[in-house]
């Protein structure tokens, strides 16, 4: 006989109010539902840098893992990674910490400052990981809402600080809105809370504005970068943060060992050599952002944000139709975007990753079809 328990006696009273994070989709899964092949497939859906070229990262991939010991454990404190990344942010390294993608690094804040009487501030709509941290932690997560132009009252966020508020999150540029907020309201917001602020920079490359040297003005300020949206190793995972000495010091002991593979550790020094090629690849990506932006925008039937990041967010307008069925559409026809309409804000609203001309032609020739254009 087969021993049977219910476990789920056993969860966790924290994940009460525990909502499953929605990912971008997965591959297999679509394929088999839509019955697609995988080479009729556009996924633009989450954000990669589709401009870097597969071939020109496996020669870089090639060259390091000459270097590399599979079978070895990598260095615990990864001190040439951080080095080399302090080099290329112009900081010290002991005020580097680095993991498995930017969402890896959170997690460690979080588990070093949040209990189940914490609370954590957001602006929403935002990127939706926070929420899911918090949840998994059986922690408060409040908001405020943007205003209608994406545009952050701060005053109004501040009024939502309580006695138990630990961490306040802001992403600029902002994922879905795809905006930047101001750098002086952002400026107010550290200045004024008193607890730990965190800038999630993920798509600073595309909007260049960074506010990472203020690490050393502000002690309550971490930012966060990740090397998935422009550098091209969303597949990898690599993700930092640059705080304080002194914080970081209590964080890294808490962060699970080994959190950043072998490969990612020897390849990213290495990356960071290749700056000329990055910095093309970026400014292909904004180019192509302009002119897919102006594209959109012809489409009478959407309303078109602007975007400083590698995605756009779009409204459709027209009648009878809403985000959900232009998602399924497009991806009968092997196209993935992202349905963000659930989103405080966001009614009908879908996100684009900006593709290759060759893809944002396909694109716009199907969204025009589906939106009778
Ligand atoms: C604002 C923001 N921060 C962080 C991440 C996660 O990045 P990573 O791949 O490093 O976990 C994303 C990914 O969509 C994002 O949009």
């Known amino acids: ?22 990912s971008g989709a997965s591959l297999p899964d679509t394929i088999k539902k839509f019955g697609l092949e995988i080479k009729d497939i556009i996924k633009i859906d989450a954000n990669e840098n589709v401009f870097i070229e597969p071939s020109w990262m496996q020669e870089q991939i090639k060259k390091c893992l000459q270097k590399i010991n599979l079978a070895r454990y990598p260095d615990p404190l990864y001190i040439e990674t951080r080095k080399s990344l302090a080099k290329y942010f112009g900081l010290d390294y002991n005020e580097i910490i680095v993991g498995n993608g930017s969402d890896d690094v959170f997690m460690t804040i979080f ?43 701060v005053e109004k966020l501040l009024s939502k600080v309580s006695k138990n508020t630990k961490l306040m999150i802001v992403a600029s540029p902002n994922n879905p809105t795809g905006n930047t907020f101001q750098t002086d309201k952002i400026k107010y917001l550290i200045e004024n809370f008193n607890g730990i602020f965190i800038l999630d920079e993920a798509y600073a490359a595309y909007s260049n504005i960074s506010l990472i040297d203020w690490i050393h003005k502000y002690n309550n300020l971490i930012i966060i970068r990740t090397f998935s949206k422009s550098l091209g190793l969303a597949g990898l995972r690599v993700g930092i943060m640059a705080l304080n000495k002194e914080l970081a010091d209590i964080l890294r ?19 960071l050599k290749e700056k000329e090629y990055f910095l093309k690849k970026i400014e292909e990506v904004k180019k192509e952002r302009e002119w897919l932006f102006s594209e959109l925008t012809k489409i009478k039937e959407l309303k078109v944000y602007p975007s400083k990041t590698n995605f756009i967010l779009a409204r459709v307008l027209k009648d009878g139709l809403n985000a959900k069925i232009v998602c399924e559409e497009l991806i009968k026809s092997g196209i993935i975007i992202r349905d963000r309409s659930k989103v405080p804000l966001l009614s009908n609203c879908i996100r684009i990753t900006v593709g290759t001309r060759k893809i944002n032609l396909i694109l716009l020739k199907q969204l025009k079809r589906i939106l009778g254009d």
Request: charged share 20%.
């Open 253 to 271: 002991p808490i962060q699970i060992p080994y959190s950043l593979n072998i490969v990612a550790q020897y390849l990213v020094p290495q990356l």
């Open 111 to 153: 588990h070093t400052v949040i209990d189940n009487q914490s609370e954590i501030l957001v602006a929403e709509p935002t990127f939706s990981m926070y929420k899911f941290f918090t949840d998994i932690l059986g922690a408060k997560y409040s908001y405020v809402l943007l205003n209608d132009d994406f545009t952050i009252d």
């Open 1 to 22: 006989m087969i021993k049977r328990i219910d476990y789920r006696k056993l969860l966790s009273k924290n994940l009460k109010n525990f909502e499953y994070y929605q």
